[in-house]
DNA sequence: TCTGGGGTCCTAGGACCC
DNA sequence: TCTGGGGTCCTAGGACCC
């Protein structure tokens, strides 16, 4: 089936987090809208195509938005309302193919050649997956087709906002190669700088710099990368559902912290945080990372391996206290954020090695926690210190 | 105008083992 | 008595993505 040739899609919601609110709120259609944290310390998470044309990003600090574009709305960010959000678009997208691989709550790949059959050409079936999205969701979304994820990524960037590019395998190398090079996927800043040095500014003038040169100022895995990409080749295939291999919680408090006592007890509240997350994932993990950053944005980690895995609050609580604290300066300097993660998951079902100090009763006593949790919130139980402090609400 | 929160992957050095 | 080489695990840091 010639016509199927170019089988990969990538679908990308247009300003998901500003599009969703819009939806309810009919007055901010057509206008500079950002979704971001409204502290003195946030950052614009999405922007509508209006807040844009001021020269508004993501990831731009929001006092700077709102100096760009003073009329701007700034919506504090609702995550459960994206979420809900998503799992309708991703309803949708698997009605056309069960082979979709999320990339992110608004982004995914779509493997659609099971399709030929029911559609024409793989731009008939993009077109069909816009127009659910639109008319089912008021949603809108861009997408692109082409032979491999990474050019269906940048077709998708070249079809925003609400539109869509299908770039046919004979295009390929004439699409990509006068595209600035900061566009691949794994070029950001840093590498950027890198092959500025080199002299590179598109995907063309990369792809004529020899395979060792790339390794040789970018890394092994990274050169090799990149000099694929610069010949349009990437082998990766659409990989439907993948298992998160690190949970983590961290907070950037409004003002820094200071001192042992104020660090213990957000942790205990982020040990309390991360282990709700690893139940509700069903998972348990054995390699704890605490991370502190201090006013200065240095950041640091340590990390220890526990011996049995847990997602016990009162479990992480000590490791990280008794473990890796100590291992900060504390009172040095003061500190702005504190996150504490948990890596090597393994299912929470998967046969359990009880240590001798843990009877299995706090396991059960941990259920209870979380069912207590999850019924009537998170600052319905917990330690005593935390218990009925409304501050602490999340 | 200082820089969120949640992730993934890679690199590099040291420990340890054969 | 002067020092191999490979493999794996652990830890720390950093680049990158949305």
């Given at each position: 089936m010639e016509a199927f040739t170019e089988s990969v899609l990538h679908v990308d919601m247009d300003a998901f987090f500003v599009e969703v609110e819009r939806r309810e709120r009919v007055?901010?259609?057509?206008r500079p809208v950002v979704v971001g944290g409204?502290?003195?310390?946030g950052v614009v998470a999405a922007a509508s195509y209006e807040a844009r044309a001021y020269g508004i990003y993501s990831a731009m600090p929001m006092v700077h938005a709102r100096r760009l574009c003073p009329s701007v709305v700034v919506l504090p960010p609702d995550h459960h309302k994206y979420r809900a959000a998503s799992e309708q678009v991703f309803r949708i997208l698997r009605s056309f193919t069960p082979v979709v691989e999320s990339l992110s709550v608004d982004e995914a790949f779509l493997d659609v050649r099971g399709l030929r059959r029911h559609y024409s050409d793989p731009v008939g079936v993009g077109m069909g997956i816009r127009d659910r999205l639109r008319q089912d969701l008021e949603l809108p979304a861009s997408v692109g087709i082409a032979v491999n994820k990474f050019l269906a990524k940048l077709a998708s960037e070249a079809a925003k906002p609400d539109g869509l590019r299908h770039v046919p395998a004979n295009e390929s190398l004439a699409f990509l190669h006068?595209?600035?090079?900061?566009?691949?996927?794994?070029?950001?800043e840093a590498t950027h700088a890198s092959l500025e040095r080199l002299g590179v500014a598109t995907v063309g003038d990369l792809a004529e710099v020899p395979e060792a040169t790339l390794k040789k100022h970018l890394g092994e895995a990274a050169g090799a990368h990149l000099h694929e990409l610069s010949w349009g080749r990437d082998s990766r295939s659409v990989v439907p559902e993948s298992v998160a291999k690190s949970i983590s919680v961290e907070e950037t408090y409004e003002h820094d912290l200071r001192g042992k006592e104020s660090v213990e007890g957000e942790l205990l509240r982020h040990a309390n945080r991360l282990s709700s997350r690893l139940r509700t994932a069903g998972v348990t993990g054995r390699a704890l990372t605490l991370k502190i950053r201090y006013a200065d944005f240095t950041t640091l980690t340590r990390s220890v391996t526990l011996e049995t895995p847990t997602d016990v609050a009162r479990d992480l609580y000590r490791a990280a206290r008794d473990n890796l604290l100590g291992k900060f300066a504390l009172d040095a300097k003061p500190i702005r954020l504190i996150g504490v993660s948990m890596a090597r998951l393994t299912s929470a079902n998967a046969p359990r090695q009880l240590a001798v100090d843990r009877p299995a009763k706090w396991d059960d006593l941990a259920d209870a926690v979380e069912h207590v949790r999850q019924r009537y919130?998170?600052?319905?139980?917990?330690p005593a210190r935390l218990v009925g402090d409304p501050e602490r609400e999340e």
């Open positions: 007055d901010l259609r057509g409204t502290g003195r310390r006068p595209l600035p090079v900061r566009l691949l996927w794994g070029v950001g919130g998170s600052g319905s139980i917990g």
